[in-house]
T-cell receptor
Framework: GAVVSQHPSRVICKSGTSVKIECRSLDFQATTMFWYRQFPKQSLMLMATSNEGSKATYEQGVEKDKFLINHASLTLSTLTVTSAHPEDSSFYIC???????????????FGAGTRLSVL | KQEVTQIPAALSVPEGENLVLNCSFTDSAIYNLQWFRQDPGKGLTSLLLIQSSQREQTSGRLNASLDKSSGRSTLYIAASQPGDSATYLCAVRHATDSWGKLQFGAGTQVVVTP
């Protein structure tokens, strides 16, 4: 099946630093990728939708200047948490939609997630 | 606004029993519904995808039903095993959402005891 690779799997950083998380679709083209955030024992909350070659669309309440998303190619989207603070500590998961297969599968495949801990 | 609810929040059963996990959604205008499994600290594994026109999907010991008009889906896992212990999430995609955003429930945490 389709594979989405997410790196790093775990990152620990000091408050005030920026952290970049990568999400790659390995064997399909993903015109659309999604970024989710998950707090302990809670469900996934969609943060933003990124479309290749255009600006990301952020969900209500998500700071776009805080969470920078770049979707520069059909196989790579990045999420940068700028000036991270302890309250940004969370589990971040990306997903990629396979929309270019023939016929289009229109299924989302998920990365393994990134555990961010801000000290 | 679509709301997705999963009941129960947690479930513990002895090995061999059948599992029944429920998912309800408030807006029946969905494109499809998907069941996922999440192991602690891990990403999501897709289990079953049901299109809005379908009533059920089966894969091995897993069977998922969909009643769109009443806003409900049920995931059945037959003859549970300790390896089935995980959190199970359901998610719906709205019929008019061309980008395919998924709305998730909070999940059911399942423990299967040997």
């Amino acid at each position: 099946g389709a594979v989405v690779s997410q790196h790093p799997s775990r990152v620990i950083c000091k408050s005030g630093t920026s952290v970049k998380i990568e999400c790659r679709s390995l064997d399909f083209q993903a015109t659309t990728m999604f970024w989710y955030r998950q707090f302990p024992k809670q469900s996934l909350m969609l943060m933003a939708t990124s479309n290749e070659g255009s600006k990301a669309t952020y969900e209500q309440g998500v700071e776009k200047d805080k969470f920078l998303i770049n979707h520069a190619s059909l196989t790579l989207s990045t999420l940068t948490v700028t000036s991270a603070h302890p309250e940004d500590s969370s589990f971040y998961i990306c997903s990629a939609r396979d929309w270019t297969s023939s016929p289009p599968k229109n299924i989302q495949y998920f990365g393994a997630g990134t555990r961010l801990s801000v000290l | 606004k679509q709301e997705v609810t999963q009941i129960p929040a947690a479930l513990s059963v002895p090995e061999g029993e059948n599992l029944v996990l429920n998912c309800s959604f408030t807006d029946s205008a969905i494109y499809n519904l998907q069941w996922f499994r999440q192991d602690p600290g891990k990403g999501l594994t897709s289990l079953l995808l049901i299109q809005s026109s379908q009533r059920e999907q089966t894969s091995g010991r897993l069977n998922a039903s969909l009643d769109k008009s009443s806003g409900r889906s049920t995931l059945y896992i037959a003859a549970s095993q300790p390896g089935d212990s995980a959190t199970y999430l359901c998610a719906v995609r709205h019929a008019t959402d061309s980008w395919g955003k998924l709305q998730f429930g909070a999940g059911t945490q399942v423990v299967v005891t040997p």
